[in-house]
């Protein structure tokens, strides 16, 4: 039996693997799912859904005979599936005498900060009034499947991001594998399951293969890269074959099935997360390797000394990359000063500053406390 921690917010994740059937939405795993989660809800009041979905639910409806691969028949499929993807989880979870609450966000929605902190405090007044809300990607006016920045790109990463966002607990990812296994087990019959992940590290996401279903858009290293988000965040995350929804109860009262990721390295601060995953950077800050090693290994701020160029335009109190002069990002942060302004005091010393602009906000461009350093793969 597993130890896990006291969960008070749980965020559970459903791929389109998971919750599409032949023609339709799988109304049957709905209403197995709805009876798992009713009797959960006993023990841990917070219970978030981030759920695919919308165009499984739509396309039958509007005459396709398969999924649509063109984005807009896709969108068209999601504004019609979206309706009746809220549907049927009301329908659901009415038996039961719990609300659900349908939450259509995009990553502009995370990127700008006001809007961002005003989605947790609705979330979060949604779960005190015992709601569960129901979170998905607003997939009518985002093109998600194209990886632009401005999308999450897949609910894997939104499941992340959203437990960031309330400060879950734990984050449990339904897969359509039994958990995470040390080579693809579609593949090879010897492949061996991974029961718990203590470090984090590169070896863990080189074991990672694609989506074996062939329906959803993130794989199992779509998976892992939101768990290290989440991780982040200090939140535990579980990836369990979600198929049977009894193996949430399964997982959650320690019974040995799927992958626990146990051990939280290094969570970060609210906005530090923020700064990492939710906000969309507005330029670039190209950084000589002084500068790297001070912000990376010495845990030092941004100084302006420190600057060989700057690309993009950007205003105070933007998030912005820094990049080594390979283009490579090494940190992510709030910029105290403008890109025309920098491009004014780049490479110069701190005293100098108020000398070109005429004013000084601060000696560092990026001060630590508003910059995280980035690990590779762009998390």
């Not at 969960?7 to 709905?30: E, Q, R, W, Y």
């Not at 998976?223 to 198929?243: E, Q, T």
């Not at 949430?248 to 939280?264: A, N, P, V, Y």
């Amino acid at each position: 039996m597993r130890k896990l921690p006291k969960i008070n917010t749980l965020v559970i994740k459903i791929g389109s693997s998971i919750i599409a059937g032949k023609d339709d939405i799988d109304k049957v795993f709905l209403s197995n799912l709805s009876a798992v989660i009713s009797n959960i809800k006993k023990d841990i009041q917070h219970i978030v859904i981030v759920s695919s979905g919308a165009v499984a639910a739509g396309f039958k409806h509007l005459g396709f005979l398969s999924k649509p691969k063109d984005i807009i028949d896709k969108q068209a499929c999601a504004a019609v599936g979206q309706a009746r993807l809220i549907q049927y989880y009301e329908e659901a979870f009415k038996k039961f005498s719990i609300t659900v609450g349908q939450i259509l966000i995009t990553k502009d929605d995370f990127a700008n900060r006001k809007r961002y902190l005003n989605a947790r405090s609705t979330i979060k007044k949604l779960l005190d009034l015992g709601v569960i809300p129901i979170i998905n990607e607003n997939d009518t006016v985002v093109i998600n499947e194209l990886k632009h920045v401005d999308t999450f790109g897949d609910n894997d990463n939104l499941s992340a991001l959203v437990s960031g966002l309330i400060g879950s607990d734990m984050l449990l990812i339904l897969s359509d594998v039994e958990g995470l296994f040390d080579k693809n087990p579609s593949e090879f019959p010897d492949a061996k399951m991974i029961k718990e992940v203590k470090f984090f590290n590169e070896d863990i996401l080189n074991v990672a293969g694609d989506s074996i279903s062939g329906v959803g858009t993130g794989g199992m290293k779509t998976k892992l890269l939101a768990a290290r988000k989440a991780l982040d965040s200090g939140c535990f995350v579980g990836i369990i074959n979600g198929k049977n929804p009894e193996n949430i109860s399964k997982f959650l009262s320690g019974e040995d099935i799927g992958t626990f990721f146990s051990h939280i390295e290094d969570p970060k601060k609210r906005k530090k997360f923020w700064i990492a995953y939710a906000a969309t950077p507005k330029g670039e800050i190209v950084v000589d390797d002084g500068a790297v090693i001070a912000i990376s290994e010495m845990n030092r701020s941004l100084l302006p000394s420190g600057i060989t160029d700057i690309t993009g335009k950007f205003g105070i109190g933007d998030v912005v990359k820094v990049v080594n002069i390979w283009g490579d990002e090494i940190a992510r942060g709030k910029t105290r000063y403008s890109s025309s302004d920098l491009k004014k005091i780049k490479g110069l010393k701190t005293d100098k500053i108020s000398e070109i602009l005429g004013f000084k906000m601060s000696d560092e461009v990026i001060h630590i406390d508003d910059l995280v350093i980035m690990k590779q793969n762009g998390v």
